[in-house]
């Protein structure tokens, strides 16, 4: 599934990154909590958050994911944005709440991180 | 103990710097992607540097981390000054945090940083004392042999 067909799925704005919406995702993982993300995040992840400072942008380049997805329709500042321009990593808000926007992409067929999931197909 | 063969940078962390929190450990994921290190090994450094730093950032007043790669290993020492830690064993426990309200809102102080820098490093060594600061030295081994 392509980063243009979540957006539409999740009826997300892009904040920044319109040029990389052909990216293809293939797993995704949602959590406030950078600690967790960065003890169970794998590379190509598509991370959504309610978290919008700077160490969310941080926090994606280190670990590696392809885009963020902020949630409840948050908006990060402009510092933020401006790192994520660097970094290249795409930004998008859903109004969607974080369960509501998980649900969905799970339903669609993108499969978690968590080790006890079979259906994990990303990590073959 | 400077070996002939050793690159070695030190890069100050300043205390309470949210906004340049983290950027430390990008400059080091970044040089060690220059010189060409294996991806899951940048990976775990760059994870395990950046709880470090984020530890600098919200418990001390200031800090430096010294980057050392020879062509056996990648060396992380991170030494700070303030509070320290007075439990160690229970500060490496998963979950168990000190942590402000400030520092959760940021993101992190969820008591998952000091195992997260112990699983992602091969060789992990702390030490501490309460009001003056702590040591913390990670190694990672670029042959994959050695690190099982």
Known sequence: ?124 | MTRDDEFRQTFKIKGRDFSHAGGVSTEIKEILQEIGIPTQLIRRVAIASYEAEMNVVMYAQQGKLILSINPETIQIEVEDKGQGIKDIELAMQEGYSTATEEMREMGFGAGMGLPNIKKNSHVFLITSTPGVGTYLKMIFYLDHEKAS
Do not use: W
């Open chain 1, 1 to 124: 599934m392509t980063l243009k067909e979540i957006k539409e799925l999740l009826q997300a704005e892009v904040i920044c990154g319109d040029h990389h919406l052909g990216t293809e995702i293939i797993l995704a993982g949602g959590s406030d909590l950078m600690s967790d993300v960065l003890a169970f995040g794998k590379p190509g992840l598509l991370l959504l958050t309610g978290l919008t400072n700077l160490q969310s942008v941080r926090t994606a380049d280190i670990i590696e994911a392809k885009a963020i997805i902020y949630v409840r329709g948050k908006k990060p500042d402009d510092q933020t944005i401006k790192l994520a321009a660097e970094k290249n990593i795409p930004l998008l808000s859903t109004p969607l709440m974080m369960y509501e926007a998980c649900g969905l992409l799970y339903q669609a067929g993108i499969p978690g991180v968590s080790p006890a999931n079979n259906s994990n197909k990303a990590n073959d």
